[in-house]
């Protein structure tokens, strides 16, 4: 089970490695393909609009194959795209390669969150998306390194290249996967489907909270990079990339802090307390000062407090709402978490180019509050019904 599990976290940071390429890329990317700073958000959108579309069917393609497969597909298809990016010319071409790159991300997040929420600890669920973090802050790190020594193209390769040897090692772990194989058939016999899982009471509320927590995420995943690039002066195009790994880094720490807690705090209070830290790290990034160390670290202390929100969420969904509907709505909750990550960020590219960067810790601010005023309302829910 040990070696399974290591497995799992492997392939969340496949997971993460595709995420944050884009923002740390862009300004570079930008230059090259002669378009405008907030065209980011429209490749952004396919890629996560086509997540969307991979999410809401996860919960039949989990009825009808096992999760090894799954995955094994669906890093196939991000390896097929990050090549795709990688050849890629004209601004037109990313958005062919788009396709395979978002179909890939949704199906292993939904697949793989339903396996661990109904077979695993609240400490597993936090480790195993702290793992995304560690793929999502390497990449920044990749794209930074090709930027220095090449040219943005070769960060998407290199980043394929780390990709497949991580599908090698899911195809050679395939045997691991037959111990919870009958466990997993049985629990998906008589699961739900979407309709039915949306009638059940706190279900709509717990997708708004989703789409708010990812809108915020999401534009700290496009934008940081743009953000220094925007308000601070003097840096060079290697370090505005490697500032796209900060949000991912909170992510991690706060995440790694996460699996170990919250066995003491529970996943609700865990929230709480994640999204009090996120308040904290969006009020030092809003500072006026010159230099960039004080956002730095603010946006370090956001991901921090963003860390636990989303595994805490997924993890709660059999307790909340039942195994029989947990597949159905992990699969929702996905779908809602990128049409947050598909609109919001090219809503606020939009805003920026009219007002200016500058503005992005206030949008932030918003979808904080947002976020924790519906799982508060979904707490109540669930008391009533209860």
């Known amino acids: 089970m040990g070696l399974l599990i290591a497995v799992i976290y492997l392939i969340f940071i496949s997971l993460g490695l595709p995420d944050s390429l884009l923002g740390s890329g862009w300004p570079a990317m930008q230059q090259d393909l002669g378009v405008p700073s907030s065209y980011a958000g429209y490749v952004s959108m396919t890629i996560s609009f086509m997540t969307i579309i991979s999410a809401l069917v996860s919960p039949g393609i989990i009825k009808k194959f096992h999760t090894k497969w799954i995955v094994i597909v669906s890093i196939l298809l991000t390896v097929f795209g990050l090549l795709g990016f990688s050849v890629s010319g004209a601004y037109w071409m990313l958005f062919a390669f788009a396709v395979p790159y978002g179909l890939g991300a949704g199906a292993i997040d939904a697949s793989i969150n339903h396996y661990v929420a109904n077979n695993f600890s609240g400490s ?3 480790f195993l998306h702290c793992f ?4 999502a802050m390497i990449s920044p790190m990749i794209m930074g390194q090709a930027l220095r020594v090449a040219r943005w193209n070769e960060g998407y390769r290199w980043t394929a290249y780390v990709q497949m040897g991580i599908l090698l ?3 050679l772990s395939l045997p691991l996967w037959k111990k919870n194989e009958s466990k997993e058939e049985e ?5 739900a489907g979407i309709r039915e899982a949306l009638r059940v009471p706190g279900v709509i509320p717990t997708l708004i909270a989703f789409f708010s927590y990812c809108a915020g995420e999401g534009t700290c995943f496009l934008w940081t990079s743009s953000y220094f690039a925007g308000t601070k002066q003097g840096l060079s195009a290697g370090l505005i990339a490697s500032f796209g790994s900060l949000i991912f880094g909170g992510l991690m720490v706060g995440r790694l802090i996460a699996g170990f807690i919250t066995g003491k705090l ?3 209070r865990l929230i709480r307390i994640g999204i009090a830290v996120e308040l904290i790290g969006i009020v030092m990034i809003m500072i006026p000062v010159s230099s960039y160390q004080l956002a730095a670290v603010g946006f370090v202390v956001t991901g921090i407090g963003m860390g636990p929100v989303y595994p805490a969420i997924q993890h709660m969904a059999p307790e909340n709402f039942g195994k029989r509907n947990s597949a159905a709505v992990i699969g929702l909750q996905m779908a809602s978490a990128y049409v947050g990550s598909t609109f919001m960020p090219m809503v606020f590219g939009n805003i920026q180019q009219r007002i200016g960067i500058g503005i992005m810790p206030f949008y932030l601010l918003i979808f904080a509050f947002l976020n924790l005023f519906f799982l508060q309302y ?3 829910v669930l008391r009533k019904r209860s």
Request: hydrophobic fraction near 40%.
């Open 266 to 268: 529970g996943d609700r």
């Open 132 to 135: 995304y973090g560690i793929g």
């Open 378 to 380: 979904t707490y109540r």
């Open 124 to 126: 597993v669920m936090n």
């Open 169 to 171: 090692v899911c195809i």
């Open 187 to 191: 629990a998906l016999a008589d699961s």
